[in-house]
């Protein structure tokens, strides 16, 4: 087990080098950049907004404010979850953990105003997206803290709960993609609105487990439950691998159906695909971290995808 330690110790430190050894050709400032787009969570925001992207193309629904109030909520609860977790977070991401301690201020502040501004928009789609807006930070507060605000009664929080953490991360992104843009368009749920929320339900889940992955040994020290805490990380490997198709399932079915486009199913597929191959992965690559930054990109190679699509069409 030491020497196992001492290997993951070396490959971080590789790791590390050879970034900084990137960011040495770039002009001054380019590593600073980087750590502040990833740390604080701003990437997230980036591809959250893509995967709004994907839903108004799979639904046909017209541009709207809806990706930007996506973004900058998913930022504010993310930074939000950051600083209550850094602690926790210095075992498993001391990078991430020291940077957040560094500016913790600042972050504070950016997140709040971020999820003023997405309330703020939120009024143009009417009172259900304002609900659907401020969705995710309720569930934040149920997943993770302790508390009720304005009770003072102390409750276990949901991150700690078995499969309740990873399910309810899903329901509160899986809801806000899927609903918000169509909120902002006036539309009404039908059959392809439930396919593509049960999608986004299925890959939130799995791009939530992988990256528990990476913070087995953390979540064993304060008690958090997760599927490779639970099974182990081979067994999570299977586990996700098996949701992955599941979803390729799903897809494949609602083609059949006639409730979603082959053109349109193609970027799905794609990024699936791509989320296979990360899968596949768990338990075998060491730079764990990494593996969870590679699966939070699929949305992205999704959204490339059918980038491509619509122009070819």
Do not use: K, R
């Given at each position: 087990m030491a020497r196992k330690?001492?290997?993951?110790?070396?490959?971080?430190?590789?790791?590390t080098a050879l970034r900084n050894a990137l960011f040495a050709r770039f002009p001054a400032g380019t590593g600073r950049y980087w750590n502040v787009l990833v740390y604080s969570s701003a990437y997230l925001s980036l591809i959250a907004m893509a995967e709004v992207v994907i839903v108004s193309a799979l639904l046909s629904l017209p541009p709207s404010p809806a990706a930007v109030?996506?973004?900058?909520?998913?930022?504010?609860v993310y930074t939000n979850d950051r600083l209550a977790d850094v602690d926790t977070d210095a075992v498993s991401n001391p990078e991430q953990a020291a940077f957040v301690r560094r500016y913790r201020d600042e972050l504070y502040v950016l997140a709040s105003i971020a999820y003023g501004l997405a309330v703020a928009l939120s009024v143009i789609g009417g009172p259900i997206a304002l609900a659907i807006t401020l969705l995710p930070g309720v569930f934040w507060v149920c997943y993770a803290t302790d508390w009720i605000p304005g009770t003072g009664v102390h409750v276990r929080r949901l991150k700690d709960v078995f499969l309740v953490n990873t399910i309810v991360v899903a329901f509160a992104w899986a809801t806000t993609l899927t609903f918000l843009p169509l909120a902002f368009a006036d539309g009404t749920v039908t059959i392809p609105t439930l396919i593509v929320f049960a999608y986004f339900f299925l890959r939130v889940f799995t791009n939530t487990e992988i990256p528990n992955v990476r913070d087995i040994d953390g979540d064993r020290e304060i008690g958090v439950l997760t599927i490779p805490v639970m099974f182990g990380v081979e067994r999570t490997r299977q586990i996700l691998t098996g949701i992955d198709?599941?979803?390729?399932?799903?897809?494949?079915?609602?083609?059949?159906?006639?409730?979603?486009?082959?053109?349109?199913?193609f970027p799905l597929l794609v990024g699936i695909s791509y989320s296979l191959g990360v899968t596949s992965l768990i338990g075998r690559y060491e730079n764990e971290r990494l593996l969870a930054k590679a699966a939070e990109c699929e949305y992205l190679v999704a959204f490339v995808a059918l980038t491509f699509v619509v122009l070819l069409s």
């Open positions: 330690n001492h290997a993951l110790s070396d490959e971080g430190s590789m790791t109030v996506v973004g900058l909520v998913v930022f504010a198709l599941c979803t390729v399932g799903l897809v494949v079915a609602a083609v059949h159906i006639g409730y979603l486009s082959a053109l349109l199913a």
